[in-house]
């Protein structure tokens, strides 16, 4: 069973950039597509963007298209998402998520890490 964790999120202003990491423990990393969700006070949690199998098989929400980029390291069992140019609206927790094994159904999520963006 993969177990997730989550790190690098924080406060800053917007415009600036931080770099989420998600760190895998457990199963077989390299079968699984990662994603990356959100959720701010209020509101439902929402998809921001997904890596397959394959590094170069990448979705974007359209809030995020052209800011963020979402890559991955299998050897070191990690996925990233790199957030430029960040916006207020940008601020909620961030979750990472693991697929099923060569599988399109999310089945297992971190426990999610807080960015805030100031105005």
């Known amino acids: 069973q993969v177990q997730l964790v989550e790190s690098g999120g924080g406060l800053v202003q917007a415009g600036g950039s931080l770099r989420l990491s998600c760190a895998a423990s457990?199963?077989?990393?390299?079968?699984?597509?990662m994603g990356w969700f959100r959720q701010a006070p209020g509101k439902e949690r929402e998809f921001v963007s997904r890596?397959?199998?394959?590094?170069?098989?990448?979705l974007y929400a359209d809030s995020v298209k052209g800011r963020f980029t979402i890559s991955r390291d299998n050897a070191k069992r990690t996925v990233y998402l790199q957030m430029n140019s960040l916006k207020p609206e940008d601020t909620a927790v961030y979750f990472c998520?693991?697929?099923?094994?060569?599988?399109?159904?999310?089945?297992?999520w971190g426990q999610g890490t807080q960015v805030t963006v100031s105005s």
């Open positions: 998520a693991a697929s099923t094994p060569y599988g399109n159904s999310w089945s297992t």
């Open positions: 890596i397959g199998w394959s590094p170069s098989n990448t």
């Open positions: 457990g199963g077989l990393f390299s079968s699984y597509a």
